[in-house]
């Protein structure tokens, strides 16, 4: 088991920034890929990014296009989302995630064991 809680969240301008943090407890945190997701409401949860065991690799969703970096301390548990030039549409509910099996990279939210209740990012016009 791994229990992962968020924070960081808060109301923001557009073209302002927030960063995430998410910690880990339970199981060994350098195990696991670790996701960010995010939804809004009445869309789908959407991909923004993971970060390998490493933290030497990471992917991110197509919307981010260089905006947001996703970095890990695995000394401290901990996993990181740096939103940047964040825009209204960036509004959502962010949700960390973690995952043990192969598909991390996939960005399907199905691949992820265990998840954060969630913070909400709200961007302001």
């Known amino acids: 088991q791994v229990q992962l809680v968020e924070s960081g969240g808060g109301l923001v301008q557009a073209g302002g920034s927030l960063r995430l943090s998410c910690a880990a407890s339970?199981?060994?945190?350098?195990?696991?890929?670790m996701g960010w997701f995010r939804q809004a409401p009445g869309k789908e949860r959407e991909f923004v990014g993971t970060?390998?065991?490493?933290?030497?690799?990471?992917y991110y969703g197509d919307f981010v296009k260089g905006r947001f970096t996703i970095s890990r301390d695995n000394a401290k548990n901990t996993v990181s989302l740096q939103m940047n030039s964040l825009k209204p549409e960036d509004t959502a509910v962010y949700y960390c995630?973690?995952?043990?099996?192969?598909?991390?990279?996939?960005?399907?939210?199905?691949?992820?064991?265990?998840w954060g209740q969630g913070t909400q990012v709200t961007v302001s016009s």
């Open positions: 995630a973690a995952s043990s099996g192969s598909r991390w990279n996939r960005g399907r939210a199905y691949d992820y064991d265990y």
């Open positions: 339970g199981r060994t945190f350098s195990d696991y890929a």
């Open positions: 970060s390998s065991w490493s933290g030497g690799r990471t």
